[in-house]
């Protein structure tokens, strides 16, 4: 058969979009289809099924990482890997993570409507618990797969809901019974993640695509405060050894480690206290600390300085604290020639790119640890994202497929055919 040109079928990506945002939609027009539950379940399980109607090679890894493979016609050399994640925040969108995956898919499909052969496969991948608020780490998936290997104790990890992460990576791996397993890892040519920007930049100067030169670094920390629970009442101040006093005191200070950079981000999203009784003083305080900044010293910098600030709250408030790094992601810098390809996919078809670093990390963050790694942003409404709100036009969406599919063609010599 001669081949085609393959082009992206907008009416279908954007069905898929819709199909997939009703698994765990919520009452305000978001997603909570947190990692690993019964929701993120579903969603793989029509993926597979989409993937096996078009006669790709379905396949998932011991991380439930799911694979969808589209033969080349060299089964020795290494394929180009798409991918992104279907895993949402518990108030998400429905574009976190989706978008990439099912504008991947589409690739997929328009090589196959096309019959375009191309010497490499081309995969996608969706990769397990990108986000990170069920079980710690995020990007989980993403993170064994280049690794290569589980790490040692994830099964153990305690989910935000008390699930405990190996019974729910049992049940989901379960789920997909028929999707044969394959190593974890694996070689690779090159990978490339579409996704939203979610933040303000593009929509701001209306342009459909970014090529993304980096990602900053993450580094999160769980801080626990241990004082003595004591009966509301009955304890006057001076006889307590509050916990949570120590801890509003430390995020009070907190704001001042921010002052002065720019670029540096600091978030407190989850505060914990135990017993949690209305009526007591409690024990223990936890919080969680999401630090970011582009430059891997001035995070180390902001780190010893929250540590600082929190043991010296702690003190004054005859406590004990204790801080742990749950999650660290050193900044990455993408390979020049990745950015560059992606800024000539945005001009084949037809539409403008700017460069900008990423400010939410990303499942390409480990994929870069072994291979060439690119990624495409397009705009999302008012920068909204991580909220039931998040938006993304249609016309967006479209672009980022097509400067995918582009991408995809260049990343790996198709020929382009006309018919
Ligand atoms: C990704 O979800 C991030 O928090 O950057
Ligand atoms: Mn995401
Ligand atoms: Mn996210």
Known sequence: MTAQIPRIDPDRLLARLDAFAAIGATARGGVNRQALTE??????????????????LVEQDACANLFLRRAGTDAALPPLLLGSHLDTQPTGGRFDGALGVLAGFEVLEALEDAGVTSPRAVELAVWTNEEGSRFLPGCMGSQAFSAGEIPAGWTNILGADGARFGDELAATLGALSGVPFRPLGGPIAAYIELHIEQGPVLEREDIAIGTV???????????????????????????????????????????????????????????????????????????????RHPDAGALDAIEREVR???????????????????????????????????????????????RLVSGAFHDALFLARIA??????????????HNEAEFVEP???????????????????VPRASS
Not at 258 to 274: F, N, Q, S, W, Y
Not at 308 to 319: G, L, N, T
Request: glycine residues 8%.
């Open 39 to 56: 929701g993120d379940r579903e969603a793989r399980a029509l993926l597979a099924s989409l993937g096996q109607a078009r006669g790709f």
């Open 213 to 291: 030169t980096g990602i900053q670094g993450t580094r999160w920390l769980e801080a626990v405060l241990t004082g003595a629970a004591a009966h509301a009442g009955t304890t006057p101040p001076a006889y307590r050894r509050d916990p949570m006093a120590a801890a509003a005191a430390a995020l009070h200070a907190l704001a001042g480690v921010m002052a002065g950079d720019a670029a540096a981000r600091l978030t407190v999203g989850r505060i914990h206290a135990e017993p949690g009784s209305i009526n007591a003083v409690p024990e223990r305080v936890a919080f969680t600390l999401d630090l």
């Open 308 to 354: 600082a600030v929190v043991e010296a709250e702690a003190a004054k408030a005859r406590c004990e604290a204790e801080l742990r790094i749950v999650f660290d992601m050193a900044p990455a810098a993408f390979p020049p020639e990745m950015t560059a390809l992606v800024e000539a996919a945005a001009r084949d078809a037809g539409h403008a790119a700017t």
């Open 372 to 385: 060439p790694s690119a990624m495409i942003f397009v705009p999302c409404r008012d920068g909204i994202s």
């Open 395 to 413: 016309r967006f969406c479209i672009a980022g497929a097509e400067t995918l599919l582009q991408a995809t063609l260049s990343a790996q010599d």
